[in-house]
């Protein structure tokens, strides 16, 4: 019925019930009733809708305002959707590749195979949910333009970038960085704003679990001392020494490499996409691909801050008085030790951003995927707690697998500033740990590093979100 309906639709005639609901979405829309539609009512609209694409209403507004008054009246607004329901319609058919009036799990796959996206069939479904208002998994003409109508996308390869998008969620202190981003938005500038989104939710987050995080430090190096009374005692001990401050020690230049850390790995994932792309710009990659550019860029972004990455360590490990600051630090550091002590550490460091990486992406897409299969029939959305459960788990789950490589990495940053100790590589480091504190000193410092993980990922998730919004990003 619904494909027979669509059918009678294509010679663009609007019938009293397409008058009627067009009348009706123009009054929703029309906040102050004054009989025109303008950019920020459509803007509440769609945001109303879940429709927060940075650059929807311009495009609505730019195309069906005929008499450039910056407003759309019924005639203007009722063009627009004739117009778009044809294009929907056009959409529609090509998905529907059996004429049997509805759209499948399979047709969605096929369709974004044939351009050059490839999904599984879990995703596909998820897509599938997404249009699916009462439960039924049947995605008709109706339910296809009810839930497109006032999106402004005008062909299958738009479609396919917003549910390529659609798919991904950032989330917590390591952003993942988007598989792709149109020219559009990059002209627009939307890939800067979300990574300014996400330096600002990182600062807040490391700034606000900072004392946790200098406490792992501190554990990690001088974790096995006898002194240690336990992690109340080391806290208290820290502030004895240098005052509630102290417990900030390092988190300056933990912040200020948020920024360059971002924008390179970005740069980064761009460049060796395209290389493996052959040097051609259409295609998308697998995901295997994907996770193998996402550890490169994460390689490359390290090599080139890694300094910062020391510097951090031995600000945060430092006494009271030691350094004036980061740049005295650089500079004491560079005298004595050489310009090598600022890469000490750099090969477990570097070894660690794989199992992570990989642990945390596969265990939180699992997680996320088996609630929305068990409890989300009508949606795609799991909501805020779920997502930020999935995160808080795979992110431990990853920090299980890459910790070792993680402490050995730390003390290997501080060897020159722990007395009496010897200058190990990275295999001296294990042994010399393994043999003198047991398989458990590998873990030194996880439990404040456990502690921090559920505020950290809260803290960053809220002000990325309001970033985002702030800064006009779409979510997508």
Same mark, same amino acid.
């Given at each position: 019925? /619904? ?9 663009? %005639?609007?019938?009293?019930?397409? *008058? ?59 063009? #627009?959707?004739? %117009?778009? *329901? ?57 339910? $296809? ?27 917590? *202190? &390591? ?46 190096? &001088? ?35 948020? %920024? ?17 792309? /052959? ?26 801050? !890694? ?15 030691? !350094? ?18 600022? !890469? ?11 199992? !992570? ?6 265990? #939180? ?5 088996? $609630?929305?299969?068990? #409890? ?21 789950? /990853? ?66 979100? &309001? ?10």
């Amino acid at each position: 019925m /619904g494909f027979t309906r669509a059918r009678c639709q294509d010679n663009g %005639a609007a019938d009293p019930e397409h *008058e009627k609901r067009w009348a009706e979405l123009f009054e929703q829309l029309d906040l102050n009733n004054d009989g025109r539609i303008d950019v920020g009512e459509l803007r509440a609209g769609l945001a109303a809708r879940g429709i927060l694409r940075s650059d929807a209403e311009e495009q609505i507004v730019r195309v069906s305002d005929t008499n450039h008054d910056g407003q759309l009246d019924f005639e203007e607004f009722t063009q #627009y959707l004739r %117009a778009h *329901e044809k294009e929907l319609l056009l959409m529609f058919r090509s998905l529907d590749r059996n004429d049997d009036g509805q759209i499948d799990v399979g047709e969605i796959q096929q369709s974004l195979h044939n351009l050059g996206v490839d999904i599984s069939k879990d995703q596909a479904s998820r897509i599938l949910q997404s249009m699916d208002n009462d439960g039924t998994m049947a995605i008709n003409w109706n339910k $296809w333009r009810d839930h497109f109508l006032l999106n402004p996308l005008h062909s299958m390869e738009d479609v396919a970038h917003f549910w390529k998008h659609s798919l991904m969620l950032d989330i917590g *202190e &390591h952003l993942t960085v988007p598989d792709d981003f149109s020219e559009q938005e990059k002209r627009l500038g939307v890939v800067w704003r979300q990574l300014a989104a996400g330096a600002m939710a990182g600062a807040v987050s490391r700034t606000g679990t900072a004392p946790l995080d200098r406490l792992k430090v501190f554990l990690q190096v &001088h974790g096995s001392s006898p002194r240690r009374m336990g992690l109340w005692n080391d806290l208290l001990g820290m502030v004895r020494e240098g005052g509630v401050r102290s417990l900030w020690r390092g988190n300056g230049i933990n912040v200020l490499k948020i %920024a360059p850390e971002s924008a390179i790995k970005f740069m980064a994932y761009e460049q060796i996409k395209w290389l493996m792309k /052959g040097g051609k710009d259409g295609g998308s990659l697998r995901v295997h691909e994907r996770f193998v550019a996402g550890s490169l860029a994460g390689a490359t972004a390290q090599t080139i801050i !890694y300094p910062m990455e020391v510097l951090k360590t031995r600000l945060t490990l430092r006494k009271t008085g030691q !350094y004036s600051g980061m740049v005295d630090c650089g500079k004491q550091l560079l005298r004595r030790e050489g310009v090598r002590a600022f !890469y000490r550490g750099y090969v477990p460091n570097t070894l660690g951003i794989i199992p !992570y990486a990989g642990i945390d992406l596969a265990v #939180y897409e699992t997680l996320k995927n088996a $609630w929305l299969q068990t #409890y989300c029939v009508g949606t795609a959305d799991p909501g805020v707690l779920v997502l930020l459960g999935c995160g808080t788990v795979s992110s431990t789950c /990853g920090q299980l697998a890459s910790y070792p490589l993680a402490l050995i990495r730390t003390r290997m940053q501080a060897q020159a500033v722990v007395e009496g100790k010897p200058q190990l590589t990275m295999l001296g480091q294990f042994k010399h740990i393994v043999s003198s504190e047991g398989v458990s000193g590998l873990y030194r410092g996880i439990a404040p590093n456990f502690l921090k993980v559920i505020p950290a990922v809260s803290i960053s998730y809220v002000v990325y979100e &309001h970033m985002k919004k702030v800064l006009g990003v779409a979510r997508r």
